[in-house]
């Protein structure tokens, strides 16, 4: 069966510092990958996704970044947080296809002070 | 306007009632559409999908499309306090892509 990992479960930065956050899925090949941030009681925005290794797509231009350096790896990255960054990242996959189911991993707290 | 739109609620049902969840949607070319559950602090959770026009069942649950009304639903039965979360609707729109909405908050109450 598939499982999809992320870490850090949580994370307190202070503004001006770097960011990485880690995902990875297991038990599939060639998945689709989607960065999201949910804010405090609000809705998901998809911030990147992936259709293969090297393949990045921005939905909302800011100050974050993703990269994909294996098939099943998933990265997003800032070099300098900003206070408006805080909230819950989720990281998703997909079979590539026609209709595509989204799971999701565990998430990632952030807050920036 | 957003692709897919939920009343925020929240919405309180008595322990054994039918919660009834409702979206709907602006693209008419959307083909899939999604129910997730996401408790507070948690991440979303797939409950079950629907395609074709009509009723999904999977045990208390009950998913309802209406293409031609643009609408999807989802019924609880058999409430239970367990059932207390936020509930996302989701659809594939022309295109491909994946838009969420902004959740129904759901308490059921003992």
């Known amino acids: 069966s598939q499982t999809i990992h992320q870490w850090p479960a949580t994370l307190v930065q202070p503004v001006g510092s770097p960011l990485s956050l880690e995902c990875t899925v297991e038990?599939?090949?060639?998945?689709?990958l989607y960065w999201y941030r949910q804010a405090a009681g609000r809705g998901l925005q998809l911030l990147f996704y992936?259709?293969?290794?090297?393949?990045i797509s921005s939905e909302v231009p800011q100050n974050l970044s993703a990269s994909r350096p294996q098939d099943r790896q998933f990265i997003l990255s800032s070099k300098k947080l900003l206070l408006s960054d805080s909230g819950f990242y989720l990281c998703?996959?997909?079979?590539?296809?026609?209709?595509?189911?989204?799971?999701f991993g565990p998430g990632t707290r952030l807050l920036v002070l | 306007q957003k692709e897919v739109e939920q009343n925020s609620g929240p919405l309180s049902v008595p322990e054994g009632a039918i919660a009834s969840l409702n979206c709907t949607y602006s693209?008419?070319?959307?083909?899939?559409f999604f129910w997730y559950r996401q408790y507070s602090g948690k991440s979303p959770e797939l409950i079950m999908f629907?395609?074709?026009?009509g009723d999904k069942e999977d045990g208390r649950f009950t998913a309802q499309l209406n293409k031609a009304s643009q609408y999807v639903s989802l019924l609880i039965r058999d409430s239970q306090p367990s059932d207390s979360a936020t509930y996302l609707c989701?659809?594939?729109?022309?295109?491909?892509?994946?838009?969420f909405g902004t959740g129904t908050s759901l308490t059921v109450i003992p």
């Open positions: 693209d008419r070319g959307s083909q899939s």
């Open positions: 992936s259709v293969g290794i090297g393949q």
């Open positions: 629907i395609y074709s026009n």
């Open positions: 998703a996959w997909s079979v590539q296809g026609v209709q595509e189911t989204q799971y």
């Open positions: 038990g599939t090949s060639n998945p689709n």
């Open positions: 989701a659809a594939i729109v022309t295109g491909n892509q994946f838009y």
